[in-house]
T-cell receptor
Framework: AQSVSQHNHHVILSEAASLELGCNYSYGGTVNLFWYVQYPGQHLQLLLKYFSGDPLVKGIKGFEAEFIKSKFSFNLRKPSVQWSDTAEYFCAVNAENTGFQKLVFGTGTRLLVSP | SQTIHQWPATLVQPVGSPLSLECTVEGTSNPNLYWYRQAAGRGLQLLFYSVGIGQISSEVPQNLSASRPQDRQFILSSKKLLLSDSGFYLC?????????FGPGTRLTVT
């Protein structure tokens, strides 16, 4: 069965610090990869996604993620975080051989950015 | 534009009581619908999905059931709640490659 690991459960950063959140998945076939974010009091929303092509994907609010197939990883990065980036971040994977979009999520990383 | 609603937002129920959580989607037709649960310290776990009216697939054996009586309505139910049913329940919809999530229901079983 597919699984997704997010090794950082809680991350605390100061504003302007760089961010990298790890995500590893266990599936040998073709995958679609996602990062979702949940800001306090808001719905879970899509931050960025990778289906194919350039393995460096740019999303909203200055976030980017790099798909490294050999490492089964899809790490999320941001060069300079802001207080408004405080949220919970979820990595998710969809195996392309499923007939519809069935997502497997990681356990999430809570990011706290101090002003 | 499409919107997704869930209610109630929070719910406290005693063990053994029934449960009904409702999810409705507006602004789209024939969406795929999903129920997820997030328990403390865990990721989102897919519980049920539906590709059409009356079509329900269960992902994990459990004390819960789902129904889709109308195209844009998805209901999560239980006849008798267990303590382990506590958690945050999210409904989502999709028509392509992206899923859109509702605000969720926080269920506490006491």
């Amino acid at each position: 069965a597919q699984s997704v690991s997010q090794h950082n459960h809680h991350v605390i950063l100061s504003e302007a610090a760089s961010l990298e959140l790890g995500c590893n998945y266990s599936y040998g076939g073709t995958v679609n990869l996602f990062w979702y974010v949940q800001y306090p009091g808001q719905h879970l929303q899509l931050l960025l996604k990778y289906f194919s092509g350039d393995p460096l994907v740019k999303g909203i609010k200055g976030f980017e993620a790099e798909f490294i197939k050999s490492k089964f990883s899809f790490n999320l990065r941001k060069p300079s975080v802001q207080w408004s980036d405080t949220a919970e971040y979820f990595c998710a994977v969809n195996a392309e051989n499923t007939g519809f979009q069935k997502l497997v999520f990681g356990t999430g990383t809570r990011l706290l950015v101090s002003p | 534009s499409q919107t997704i609603h869930q209610w109630p937002a929070t719910l406290v129920q005693p063990v053994g009581s029934p449960l009904s959580l409702e999810c409705t989607v507006e602004g789209t037709s024939n969406p795929n619908l999903y129920w997820y649960r997030q328990a403390a310290g865990r990721g989102l776990q897919l519980l049920f999905y539906s590709v059409g009216i009356g079509q329900i697939s269960s992902e994990v054996p459990q004390n819960l059931s789902a129904s889709r009586p109308q195209d844009r309505q998805f209901i999560l139910s239980s006849k008798k709640l267990l303590l382990s049913d506590s958690g945050f329940y999210l409904c989502a919809w999709s028509q392509g490659t992206e899923q859109y999530f509702g605000p969720g229901t926080r269920l506490t079983v006491t």
